[in-house]
């Protein structure tokens, strides 16, 4: 058992952690009518990281390493990764489109056409996008364990190049025509499996980019928007700053290396490593759970809503969001209900 807990890649587990926290920290701030615009662009801009390094994990944890003899068949990895997300994704969904439902949002209809959508899109709560995404990526994974297979790193280089470029379309679009559309050249590079190779070139390759060049880059990052809201350019912020563009982008690997560098320089206790890896093993579930507690009973407390600082409410939010759904998805992981719930099962 010890020897199975040092060889895990803590950092991994850590950048896991984090893209959890950004997840709720996002979806925290409570609406309200003079809500502070610049905290809200920017808690949003900063935690929009998150889903990019949730797929950077992935792709670390599951593409191949160059070394590796040989790769998983396509139809035993399948097996094994999808049981791991179908039946959550499913038992999610389902019980969002019950809460739409019995809170009077949806109708008898729509709560059919919505439970007969299921294969086809995410319904219930929008957060459940993410699982389709993750799903479509588990389905490519064998064909790029082949191609990662016969590759060498400049390769790999080049068709992350290539997505790079299609995530300076929002920015490139400002000055020309630019074809997003499927007919376009370099259509087929664009998306979130971009993230997912970036992952694994990181993990193999990540000496390649020092700290420093991450750190310059993320002020540009940081600096770009600010620039951009202070001249009052008229620029679309959901397309230019989120998460398919090269900022956003430029922020996952900052907070890439910056974590693997102080897991590096860290000697983390047996303790803290448990702690660590428990939240990591957690965070699947915390993410399918975290909206419901935070919407239906943390936003409803009088004495929550109630505080005047809208950037300390929000922290408050935060907190007890990520205390609940933890403790929730710990319940669910030592029950036998664990792995279809929460994609994981506490051994006993």
């Given at each position: 058992m010890?020897?199975?807990v040092?060889?895990?890649?803590?950092?991994?587990?850590?950048?896991?952690i984090?893209?959890?926290?950004?997840?709720?920290?996002?979806h925290?701030?409570?609406?309200?009518?003079?809500?502070?615009?610049?905290?809200l662009?920017?808690?949003?801009?900063?935690?929009a990281p998150?889903?990019?390094?949730?797929?950077m994990?992935?792709?670390?944890?599951?593409?191949?390493?160059?070394?590796?003899?040989?790769?998983?068949?396509?139809?035993?990895f399948?097996?094994?990764?999808?049981k791991?997300?179908l039946?959550?994704?499913?038992?999610?969904?389902?019980?969002?489109?019950?809460?739409?439902?019995?809170?009077?949002?949806?109708?008898?209809?729509?709560?059919?056409?919505?439970i007969?959508?299921?294969p086809f899109?995410?319904?219930?709560?929008?957060?459940?996008?993410f699982?389709?995404?993750?799903?479509?990526?588990?389905?490519v994974?064998?064909?790029?364990?082949?191609?990662?297979?016969?590759?060498?790193?400049?390769?790999?280089?080049?068709?992350?190049?290539?997505?790079?470029?299609v995530?300076?379309?929002?920015?490139?679009?400002?000055v020309?025509?630019?074809?997003?559309?499927?007919t376009?050249?370099?259509?087929?590079?664009?998306?979130?499996?971009?993230?997912?190779?970036?992952?694994?070139?990181?993990?193999?390759?990540?000496?390649k980019?020092?700290?420093?060049?991450?750190?310059?880059?993320?002020?540009?990052?940081?600096?770009?928007?600010?620039?951009?809201k202070?001249?009052?350019?008229?620029?679309?912020?959901?397309?230019?700053?989120?998460y398919l563009?090269?900022?956003?982008a430029?922020?996952?690997?900052f907070?890439?290396k910056?974590?693997?560098?102080?897991s590096?320089t860290?000697?983390?206790?047996?303790?803290?490593?448990?702690?660590?890896?428990l939240f990591?093993?957690l965070?699947?579930?915390?993410?399918?759970s975290?909206?419901?507690?935070?919407?239906?009973?943390i936003?409803?407390?009088?004495?929550?809503v109630?505080?005047?600082?809208?950037?300390?409410?929000?922290f408050v939010?935060?907190?007890?969001?990520?205390?609940?759904?933890?403790?929730?998805?710990?319940?669910?992981?030592?029950t036998?209900?664990?792995?279809?719930?929460?994609?994981?099962?506490?051994?006993?």
């Amino acid at each position: 058992m010890n020897k199975t807990v040092k060889q895990r890649d803590v950092s991994l587990d850590l950048i896991r952690i984090m893209a959890c926290i950004m997840v709720i920290m996002m979806h925290s701030p409570i609406p309200e009518a003079n809500a502070n615009a610049y905290f809200l662009s920017g808690l949003s801009y900063l935690t929009a990281p998150c889903i990019g390094l949730f797929f950077m994990v992935s792709g670390a944890l599951l593409l191949p390493s160059p070394n590796a003899s040989k790769t998983e068949a396509a139809l035993p990895f399948l097996q094994k990764r999808l049981k791991r997300v179908l039946m959550p994704t499913l038992v999610w969904t389902l019980f969002y489109i019950a809460v739409k439902f019995c809170d009077g949002d949806i109708t008898t209809e729509q709560m059919f056409k919505s439970i007969i959508s299921i294969p086809f899109s995410a319904q219930g709560h929008g957060i459940l996008w993410f699982m389709y995404t993750l799903i479509g990526l588990y389905l490519v994974t064998p064909i790029l364990c082949a191609w990662l297979k016969n590759v060498e790193e400049r390769e790999i280089r080049f068709y992350l190049l290539l997505w790079l470029i299609v995530m300076c379309y929002p920015v490139l679009s400002l000055v020309v025509n630019v074809n997003d559309t499927p007919t376009g050249i370099l259509y087929y590079f664009s998306g979130y499996i971009g993230y997912y190779v970036l992952g694994y070139w990181l993990k193999h390759y990540g000496e390649k980019i020092s700290i420093k060049i991450a750190t310059i880059l993320m002020g540009i990052s940081v600096a770009v928007p600010v620039y951009v809201k202070l001249m009052h350019y008229t620029v679309d912020f959901d397309v230019m700053f989120w998460y398919l563009s090269i900022f956003v982008a430029i922020q996952c690997v900052f907070w890439w290396k910056v974590i693997k560098f102080f897991s590096a320089t860290i000697l983390f206790s047996n303790r803290a490593t448990t702690v660590i890896t428990l939240f990591s093993n957690l965070s699947f579930g915390i993410y399918l759970s975290h909206i419901f507690f935070m919407r239906h009973l943390i936003w409803k407390v009088p004495i929550i809503v109630n505080i005047h600082s809208q950037i300390l409410k929000t922290f408050v939010v935060i907190i007890l969001t990520l205390i609940l759904s933890f403790a929730a998805t710990w319940a669910l992981s030592i029950t036998p209900l664990g792995n279809i719930t929460v994609g994981w099962r506490k051994k006993h």
